[in-house]
């Protein structure tokens, strides 16, 4: 989906210029007094501050990026605003395009492009990213970072940290996030990295939060330590175990034993009646699996029991037949869409990625007209989506991650409990936490009682911010300085004095029990002497790796003297000096290593074996210095192991990216290498667009486990296709096995999960329901989703200058079937 642009339109002439008289105007849109926090935040944008503000959900911070939206304009600036989430985006776009009109406002999602030069531009991260990198911030004066939180993402949060990083320093940010323990630290890091930022942390919820623990049948509990010593005594009582047995089984318990009673889940009838009892309704109700809220939802209908009165019913039935209308392609016949629409007229809703964007959507509204008054969800209903409730339900406080089930951390919590308590109508908001097992209950206490977790970076280098960096300083001393303005090195730079501190105290503490009193000199010098003699040592063993490194490239490309040139230039590169430069670093250290007193010292070798004699001191100086050297060049060895897999597949020369490199550059994909290297391998060419299109759906990301009996039965008929998919599968396992040898641990996924459908959708197909059935098997939203997804990837590929004319237009006209009927009517939703 793409229109076209518009300029910026004069409708800030009627906006006061001056500080206070625009905070005043800001002010008198709304018929509500602004919080301290939010006049602090909106005082220091107005005087040209960024600031990042940490408050709860629900607190009120979309008010100050509302403000920072005003002043851009009022000041005939552009201001980029970013989100983590599609769907979040999407709503934001709505929300402003209402507030401002649709010639005032754009949105970059990537598979979306409406309006990109308007004055306010709504993007995801990633494409924030590749402008800040590629130096066009486009006249951006301000950015506001929604969701920032989410820097500590596991797979998302290095984008944030890059936007930071290569943001202009004229840009006033503007950074909003959940309630965390480490602001400041996070500020004190931007402040470094990009310009100083002021911190406003506000932990207060403005409407109060009382947390209860819901045993399976239903009673209450405060959370508190008390009542989970209650919950199991009541509990074992009732199984007539002793106190002595009972003390045991919890001790068992405490120390990682089996678990003493079975999990229980609450029924969510009983849940609901305690909620309808309490009038603590609308509720979220959270359940950490799409089954899970797909059978509570068909277990609530089944007992034939509305939550809406029936003339109330009939305005729901009225919002379904608006929705259809608006969005004719939903097939209400499917298993699911059937569940949902059901649930609705009975007051009820489902909400999690695999269903309908339009039925989410349809949801959320009735649920803010009070027309849903439980909606079953998964805990993405939580992040961002203005979905106010008098009450949450945590269905239980484990959850299932890549490595297995695991406890719900603080944060988690927060998130989803930030739902309950809509501002101006509840004077208290509830949580409740239902328990599967009665010593489920300490858990529960621990999660209300703890305190956020912090932030930790998630920095990471791929092989897009490798060849972005690249492209953007050349030189490897300004690529590293460039890494090492990361969070994570910032983080690490705090380990690293805390480590030190801890060293040298225990350093003299020991040594003085072990009586190593030095006559010449303290401990410490001797100790630095060593790690000076090591880091040699180390110097010494990365000229030989280097080369061993220029001997394996030599045997691979032949001898020619202007192939030498090359080569060692692109070496130097990779290893940041030239073989001759490391000699002669080797030689400096070596010489500055022989003028230490130490060097010639005759006490040295004896108070070395006391050194080696002391087990305990020589255990804890060794694991410090590896703790220590890992701190201060992970990230440095990271980009280095990235780097030398391009360099591998001839993508960097001289220090300079091949047009395979440059493409990966480009790419906003989580396996960008593998998509490069195969855009370059004449695998796509010749393909007719379905075919085309249905090979790269192989690159989308990993999806959730589908019946793969629907690849098997098309890949009967289409003997060619498989052939090509085989080719794939060979050189996705070759970059895997590159990426072994050189130890970058990325992962290389490549899948057919998705290939029937979108070679039949891309074929013409017009039976969306027979299409999702026969050819996916899955959720209608997650099809929708990979095909939007894969329309950005084709949009990227297309719009690159490095591929061949013909391959853009194919991929042009496979766009043009990928994107129409309920594909195209879910885009901005």
Not at 223 to 251: M, V
Request: proline letters at 5%; hydrophobic letters at 40%.
């Amino acid at each position: 989906m793409e229109k076209g642009e518009s300029s910026i339109e004069p409708v800030s002439a009627a906006l006061p210029r001056d500080a206070q008289a625009l905070i005043d105007s800001f002010r008198d849109r709304y018929l509500f007094s602004f919080d301290p926090f939010q006049e602090e935040a909106i005082r220091l944008i107005a005087e040209g501050n960024s600031v990042i503000v940490s408050a709860p959900t629900g607190a009120g911070k979309t008010l100050i990026a509302e403000f920072a939206i005003y002043r851009a304009l009022a000041h005939q600036d552009r201001i980029g605003y970013t989100t983590p989430l599609k769907a979040l985006s999407n709503q934001k776009y709505a929300d402003f395009t209402r507030q401002w009109g649709e010639g005032m406002v754009g949105i970059l999602t990537g598979d979306v492009k409406v309006n990109p030069r308007a004055p306010l531009v709504v993007m995801t991260t990633e494409i924030l990213r590749n402008k800040f990198y590629s130096g066009q911030s486009e006249g951006l004066a301000y950015v506001v970072l929604d969701e920032c939180h989410y820097m500590g993402n596991e797979g998302r949060g290095t984008v944030w940290e890059e936007i930071i990083i290569n943001c202009p320093p004229e840009v006033q940010l503007v950074a909003l996030s959940a309630t965390v323990s480490n602001i400041n630290e996070i500020a004190e890091w931007i402040s470094q990295t990009h310009r100083p930022i002021r911190a406003i942390h506000h932990p207060e919820r403005p409407v109060p939060l009382q947390y209860l623990l819901c045993d399976k049948d239903g009673q209450l509990w405060p959370a508190e330590p008390a009542s989970a010593q209650r919950i199991l005594r009541r509990q074992s009582t009732a199984r007539g175990s002793s106190d002595e047995r009972i003390a045991r089984l919890w001790e068992r318990r405490r120390h990682g034993g089996h678990r003493p009673f079975r999990r229980s889940p609450l029924d969510v009838s009983v849940a609901i009646k305690v909620l309808q009892a309490r009038r603590w309704l609308p509720a979220i109700y959270f359940i950490f699996s799409r089954n899970g809220c797909e059978r509570a939802l068909s277990r609530f209908l089944d007992r034939g029991e509305p939550l809406l009165d029936p003339d109330r019913s009939e305005e729901v039935e009225e919002a379904i037949r608006r929705t259809r209308l608006d969005y004719p392609s939903i097939v209400p016949e499917s298993d699911l869409n059937r569940l949902i629409l059901d649930g609705l007229c009975r007051g009820i809703g489902l909400h999690h990625a695999g269903v309908l964007p339009a039925l989410k959507r349809l949801t959320e509204v009735l649920f803010e007209r009070g027309l849903v008054q439980v909606v079953f969800a998964t805990e993405t209903m939580s992040l961002g989506i203005h979905m106010p409730a008098k009450s949450v339900v945590i269905g239980g406080l484990r959850k299932r991650s890549d490595l297995g089930f695991r406890g719900l951390t603080v944060g988690e919590l927060t998130q989803m409990a930030g739902r309950a308590g809509r501002r101006g109508i509840d004077p208290e908001g509830a949580c409740l936490l239902a328990l599967e097992s009665p010593e489920a209950a300490e858990d529960g206490v621990r999660l209300v009682q703890g305190a956020p977790e912090p932030i930790e970076s998630r920095f990471r280098i791929g092989y897009s911010s490798a060849a972005l960096l690249i492209e953007a300083h050349r030189e490897p001393e300004a690529i590293r300085k460039t890494i090492e303005k990361s969070f994570g090195q910032f983080q690490n730079r705090r380990k690293i004095e805390t480590i030190r501190m801890e060293q040298e105290r225990l350093i003299r503490r020991m040594a003085e029990a072990e009586g190593m009193a030095s006559p010449c000199c303290d401990l410490a010098t001797l100790i630095e002497y060593r790690d000076r003699r090591a880091a040699v040592e180390q110097e010494r063993e990365r000229l030989r790796n280097l080369r061993v490194a220029t001997a394996r490239a030599h045997r691979g490309r032949g001898r020619s003297r202007s192939s030498d040139t090359r080569l060692n230039s692109s070496l130097a590169f990779f290893w940041g000096e030239s073989t001759e430069e490391r000699r002669a670093k080797l030689d400096a250290m070596t010489l500055s290593l022989s003028q230490m007193p130490c060097h010639r010292c005759p006490e040295r070798a004896m108070r070395e074996r006391q050194l080696k004699q002391s087990k305990r001191l020589g255990q804890v100086l060794e694991s410090h210095r590896k703790t220590l050297q890992h701190l201060q060049d992970s990230y440095w060895e990271q980009f280095l192991q990235v780097v030398a897999v391009l360099q591998h597949f001839g993508y960097l020369e001289d220090g300079r990216l091949s047009p395979e490199g440059r493409l990966i550059a480009s790419l906003r994909h989580d396996n960008e290498l593998l998509v490069a290297r195969v855009a370059f391998s004449g695998l796509l060419q010749g393909l007719p667009r379905e075919e085309l299109a249905a090979l790269l759906s192989c690159f989308l990301e990993e999806p959730r486990p589908t019946e793969g009996l629907v690849a098997k039965r098309f890949f009967r008929d289409q003997a060619h296709l498989r052939r090509r998919v085989k080719m794939l599968e060979e050189v996705s396992q070759e970059v895997d096995k590159v990426q072994r040898l050189y130890q970058v641990p990325r992962p290389v996924f490549m899948h057919t999960t998705y290939l029937a459908a979108t070679h039949r959708w891309v074929s013409g197909e017009d039976d969306w329901l027979a299409l999702v059935e026969q050819s996916f098997g899955g959720h209608e939203g997650d099809l929708i989703r990979a095909f939007r997804r894969l329309i950005d990837l084709c949009r990227q590929l297309e719009e690159s200058p490095l591929l061949p004319a013909e391959l853009q237009q194919t991929l042009s006209r496979a766009i043009e079937m990928l994107d129409r009927g309920i594909v195209l009517e879910s885009a901005l939703i």
